[in-house]
């Protein structure tokens, strides 16, 4: 059954919330990227106004498919009496030479909405590929992504993530703490900058925000453990200490000593060959910045029916 666009479903799968993000103003910014201040010559040159035509999606390559309701807001953007018909939802299996969404109305609208749809939804059912490999690999570990994102696409990365069934790690540096290398060497040590970070939650009223420490070195594991055993030491809002580029071997002796203090999290060299023996160590979560950073766009193309 056919809909305008506004009338469009919800989405399947919601973004990830962010409070300064719009993915409408995103949407306005691909489009007046792509018309400038004269719009689609092409085909405001060869094609009558009054012009109606069909268009579908057709998949050509096999993936998981993302970015059904993002096209829809693009579609809604152009022109709102455009009308879709999906076949396929966020999330669901789309096949080479599946069609799996029609959308009717002005030619001029869809050809002029058709470039950003695209580049939306190929790298978005990319991502989400490439997620749920990991995600059905990773098992019983759960899969995260980075912030490794496409500048100005970092919500929508990360909602790429969610439809492939993959979680969200931090959204930014706002909504977590995570202690790194760099961090650990200015604050002068990891007892220092976990006291400094305590304190400074405490003293803003952030008592949501959570803290990751990342250990690099079995020693550093152990001294993140004696720090969440003393009970001298401030230590409540660290919920999560991440093993960074560990053995698989060292990351099960380390979930070993952790013994459910905190959650644990596997992050650096991890691919598809080596995530399923990661995910059998005990980790809670393992991280990879390739499900976006390194991400393939799946083959999608818009056809006007003739």
């Known amino acids: 059954m056919k809909c305008s666009v506004e009338a469009a479903k919800a989405p399947r799968v919601a973004p990830p919330p962010h409070p300064t993000y719009s993915i409408p103003s995103v949407v306005a910014a691909?489009?007046?990227?792509?018309?400038?201040?004269?719009?689609?010559?092409?085909?405001?040159?060869?094609?009558?106004?009054?012009?109606?035509?069909?268009?579908?999606?057709?998949?050509?390559?096999?993936?998981?498919?993302?970015?059904e309701h993002l096209a829809n807001v693009v579609l809604a953007a152009v022109?709102?009496?455009?009308?879709?018909?999906?076949?396929?939802?966020?999330?669901?299996?789309?096949?080479?030479?599946?069609i799996f969404m029609r959308v009717s109305g002005s030619a001029r609208s869809i050809l002029r909405a058709e470039r950003v749809v695209l580049n939306f939804m190929q790298r978005m059912s990319g991502i989400a590929t490439m997620t749920k490999a990991y995600a059905a690999a990773a098992a019983p570990a759960i899969m995260l992504e980075t912030r490794?994102?496409?500048?100005?696409?970092?919500?929508?990365d990360k909602w790429a993530v969610l439809i492939g069934?993959?979680?969200?790690?931090?959204?930014?540096?706002?909504?977590?703490?995570?202690?790194?290398?760099?961090?650990?060497a200015a604050a002068g040590g990891i007892a220092n900058a976990v006291e400094a970070c305590e304190k400074y939650l405490k003293e803003h009223g952030l008592r949501d925000v959570k803290i990751e420490v990342e250990a690099r070195t079995m020693d550093e594991v152990k001294t993140m453990i004696a720090l969440l055993d003393d009970p001298n030491v401030e230590t409540s809002s660290v919920s999560r200490l991440m093993l960074d580029n560990m053995s698989v071997e060292d990351m099960?002796?380390?979930?070993?000593?952790?013994?459910?203090?905190?959650?644990?999290?596997?992050?650096?060299?991890?691919?598809?060959?080596?995530?399923?023996?990661?995910?059998?160590?005990?980790?809670?979560?393992i991280s990879s910045g390739a499900l976006t950073h390194s991400v393939t766009a799946l083959d999608i193309s818009l056809n006007i029916d003739v």
């Open 79 to 98: 022109d709102k009496d455009l009308e879709v018909e999906w076949f396929k939802r966020d999330g669901e299996t789309i096949v080479k030479g599946e």
């Open 165 to 184: 069934g993959g979680k969200n790690h931090r959204i930014g540096l706002f909504d977590m703490v995570m202690i790194k290398d760099n961090h650990i």
């Open 252 to 285: 099960r002796t380390a979930v070993k000593l952790i013994d459910g203090r905190v959650e644990t999290e596997a992050s650096g060299n991890v691919t598809l060959n080596t995530v399923h023996a990661i995910g059998q160590t005990g980790v809670t979560y």
């Open 30 to 67: 691909a489009l007046d990227e792509d018309s400038g201040d004269i719009g689609d010559v092409s085909s405001l040159s060869t094609i009558p106004s009054s012009t109606r035509s069909t268009a579908t999606l057709l998949a050509k390559a096999t993936g998981t498919l993302a970015g």
């Open 148 to 156: 490794k994102t496409a500048p100005g696409l970092r919500v929508i």
